[in-house]
């Protein structure tokens, strides 16, 4: 069984068992390949907009003897699967802005998915304001540190957001904080410790510039002291 990151552990991780399952730029495939290995899925359908990390997928899946079983389909986002075609999707891998213009693009087959597994690798608080405008709520989240950096991944389905709207449930994830989560402990004192030091050098620098980023670095801090207030 082909072995994976860390990060992409998550993301198989958080699907739920279903029928046929998208993978949005799918690159190796390794994601589609691991979940029809553990029986979660029956069907996929690996795509990606590049063709040489398609090629790629097509010889890892016919590598592991899931061929009749794995599609690798060159497409643009979801512009290639029909709609009602998979019941889950995997957008991972990808900047969260792409993600949201991906999800937009194809929104009439995106709300026929019963889950959508989302590893935005920034603009993460902007996903999932955009998921919970759209319709859709956040089932289970999990943070993971692989060589120094942190991911986050979410499943979420359709149905009626969380009525909370703190702002911090949208940077740092409501099941995190509660379950106190220590992988996003660290990150919140890593983001301390960072946000600490460029706000003490520009303590020492002046103009308005430098005031209107001081603000900005102030209100990042003071976030991020009430979620670690959560571990107390």
């Known amino acids: ?12 991780g958080l ?42 997928a097509q010889e890892h899946v016919a590598a592991s003897g899931l061929a009749d079983r794995i599609e ?27 993600i949201m213009s991906i999800l937009s693009a194809g929104m009439e087959k995106v709300r026929r998915m019963r889950q959508l597994i989302l590893q935005p690798q920034s603009e993460i ?22 060589e120094g950096k942190f991911y986050s991944a979410f499943r979420a389905a359709p149905g009626d957001g969380e009525e909370d ?16 989560d220590p992988v996003l402990k660290r990150f919140l004192e890593r983001e301390k410790r960072i946000n600490s030091e460029v706000l003490a050098q520009l303590s020492a620098a002046g103009g308005s510039r430098a005031g209107e980023r001081r603000s900005e670095v102030e209100k990042n801090l003071l976030r991020i ?6 571990y107390t």
């Open 72 to 98: 690798c389909r060159l497409s643009d986002g979801v512009s290639a699967l029909a709609a009602g075609e998979a019941d889950a999707l995997i957008c991972a891998g990808m900047g969260g802005v792409l």
């Open 165 to 180: 709207t703190d702002e911090l449930f949208l940077y740092y994830g409501k099941s995190g904080l509660e379950k106190k």
């Open 225 to 230: 002291e009430r979620a670690l207030a959560y």
């Open 1 to 12: 069984m082909q072995k994976l990151s860390r990060r992409m552990e998550a993301v198989a």
């Open 125 to 146: 608080a902007s996903v999932r304001a955009f998921l919970r405008e759209n319709g859709f709520c956040i089932e289970a989240e999990e943070m993971v540190e692989e």
């Open 15 to 56: 699907c739920r068992a279903g029928d046929c399952v998208a993978d949005v730029g799918c690159d190796h495939a390794y994601v589609s390949i691991r979940l029809l290995q553990q029986q979660r899925f029956a069907h996929a359908i690996a795509m990606d907009v590049r063709k040489g990390p398609l090629a790629a």
